[in-house]
């Protein structure tokens, strides 16, 4: 809406010479009000006056940022963490990264919009070959919101998949996987990358795919490194972060729980191929700001 305080007047005055302010609104008004707004526009508005502050702080206003199903988001976190905390509060804890499964997944409400995002770290995936390091390895970074990702110098078999069963709210959301070709480090403080390793994924595509408990259904196939045109899902760029982004299903408010089944694969054992980091997969609702995550 685009709405802030500095957009009011304290005061004005009435056609019969009365003068009204800004604190006269009826806090149960102003509640109502922010219902439409944003929860960054609700507290921007809390600073105007004693009447904006109180409905800014009303449990019913915050309820309705919150999806439906935020009672399983709190269930991740310690019972005293949440104890006795206002509605405000506890949409402040849940917009906060709330890692589960051993810390290998992450899940959050967008602070804008409230909705759900989640973030599964490659350590939480079944990932071909990964103890054998001859061919993978694992590598501390700052780049990753998990703070380590995994690195394959060369494999003939290249497949990493993964699961996440969870009770997602309703709406329609994207999967992505996030990859990097080359492997990158600091020296002199300054990011390098490094390409030795990078081959095999120009000669044959890669095969994404997930499918959802209900039956949905997303595949897609990419050459990782190359000129390809006309594929809008992937931008061909060495030495930075892919969002590769496969496909989206949907939520509905009738499911308990969905479960998601992810893969990325490329086994044509013709040709080896190596060089790529493998991060995470995100999933996200679709059309949400980048600026939000």
């Known amino acids: 809406m685009g709405a802030s305080p500095s957009n009011l007047t304290e005061s004005s005055v009435l056609a019969d010479g009365v003068r009204t302010e ?8 102003v509640a109502r009000v922010f219902l439409h707004l944003t929860p960054p526009e609700i507290c921007n508005f809390a600073r105007l006056n004693r009447a904006f502050r109180g409905a800014a702080s009303s449990d019913s ?11 399983d988001l709190i269930d991740l976190v310690a ?6 905390l206002s509605k405000k509060d506890i949409f402040a804890l849940l917009s906060r990264p709330l890692p589960f499964d051993d810390g290998n997944k992450e899940v959050w409400l967008d602070r804008v919009t409230g909705r759900l995002c989640m ?5 939480g995936m079944a990932i071909t070959g990964i103890e054998d390091r001859r061919y993978w390895n694992w590598v501390s970074t700052e780049e990753s919101r998990f703070h380590i990702v995994s690195y394959l110098q060369q494999i003939w078999w290249f497949e990493v998949d993964g699961t996440v069963k969870f009770p997602f709210p309703a709406d329609i959301y994207t999967l992505s996987f996030r990859i990097h070709l080359g492997r990158f480090s600091k020296r002199y403080r300054r990011r390098v990358c490094d390409f030795e390793h990078t081959h095999g994924w120009d000669l044959k595509p890669v095969r994404f795919e997930f499918l959802t408990s209900d039956g949905q259904l997303a ?12 594929n809008a ?8 972060w892919i969002e590769y982004k496969v496909g989206q299903f949907i939520v509905t408010g009738s499911v308990p729980t969905t479960e998601v089944r992810f893969s990325m694969k490329q086994i044509d054992c013709t ?10 997969v995100s999933i996200f609702p679709c059309n949400l700001n980048d600026d939000h995550i």
């Open 61 to 71: 206003v915050w309820e309705a940022k919150l999806p439906h199903k935020y009672q």
């Open 233 to 240: 899902n992937v931008t061909y760029k060495r030495g930075c």
């Open 271 to 280: 040709h080896s191929k190596g060089g790529i980091c493998v991060d995470s």
């Open 22 to 29: 800004l604190g006269d609104i009826p806090e149960s008004c």
């Open 79 to 84: 019972p005293e963490t949440y104890r006795n």
């Open 219 to 230: 595949l897609s196939e990419c050459c990782l490194d190359g000129t390809e045109h006309g």
């Open 119 to 123: 973030s599964i770290s490659a350590k």
